[in-house]
């Protein structure tokens, strides 16, 4: 059980180009989403998805696409990439079954991506 | 006013000292807390939630103080363990599909 798995790691871009995050759960969870985090800052969502085939815009959400084809998996990806979008992604995910005062997001690794 | 604000520190205590952070919320509709713990690099991971008037977990205590709209985390006997950033969360809007997250308070315990 693997839990919520990010790829890349790391990578660097130079601006105008363009890429994908892989964010994969193995948890059946039904709500993912998408964090950047910058120092100084709190985590902000980007873009989230409460199934598969949906998504919704977060507080950021601009310069960025995602798409939820299978349950497991939630992708972001940035068109034309800006030096702005240096960031930290987090992704994570939670049980519809949650929703209280236990709630629980489970969060991947992050992803280190930096844009020249 | 931010939504959610903390005092990002650092706190530097020594090992075996008591100490707290607070945190302060706009939104007063707002019913239950979180306070995750991030290690220097990684991700956020829950350690408490919050709700009535507080949570007790071992040497973690979370309060509420509603009439205020703050939360407080008090960490008794720190270890050189709890060495990290405390980030205090808020459900966006009352709801819980979303959540706010504070930009954290880092903590530094040294020997």
């Known amino acids: 059980n693997a839990g919520v798995t990010q790829t890349p790691k790391f990578r660097v871009l130079k601006t105008g180009q363009s890429m994908t995050l892989l964010c994969a759960q193995d948890m059946n969870h039904e709500y993912m989403y998408w964090y950047r985090q910058d120092p100084g800052m709190g985590l902000r969502l980007i873009h989230y998805s409460v199934g598969e085939g949906t998504t919704a815009k977060g507080e950021v959400p601009d310069g960025y696409n995602v798409s939820r084809l299978k349950k497991q998996n939630f992708l972001l990806g940035l068109e034309s990439a800006a030096p702005s979008q240096t960031s930290v992604y987090f992704c994570?995910?939670?049980?519809?079954?949650?929703?209280?005062?236990?709630?629980?997001?489970?969060f991947g690794p992050g992803t280190r991506l930096t844009v020249l | 006013r931010k939504e959610v604000e903390q005092d990002p520190g650092p706190f530097n205590v020594p090992e075996g000292a008591t100490v707290a952070f607070n945190c302060t919320y706009s939104n007063s509709a707002s019913q239950s807390f979180f306070w995750y713990r991030q290690d220097c690099r990684k991700e956020p991971k829950l350690l408490m939630s919050?709700?009535?008037s507080g949570n007790e977990d071992g040497r973690f205590t979370a309060q509420l103080n509603r009439a205020s709209q703050y939360i407080s985390l008090l960490i008794r006997d720190s270890k050189l363990s709890d060495s990290a950033t405390y980030l205090c969360?808020?459900?966006?809007?009352?709801?819980?599909?979303?959540?706010?997250f504070g930009a954290g308070t880092r903590l530094a315990v040294h020997p």
């Open positions: 994570a995910s939670r049980s519809e079954l949650a929703g209280g005062p236990t709630d629980t997001q489970y």
């Open positions: 919050v709700y009535s």
């Open positions: 969360v808020v459900p966006f809007s009352g709801g819980y599909n979303k959540l706010i």
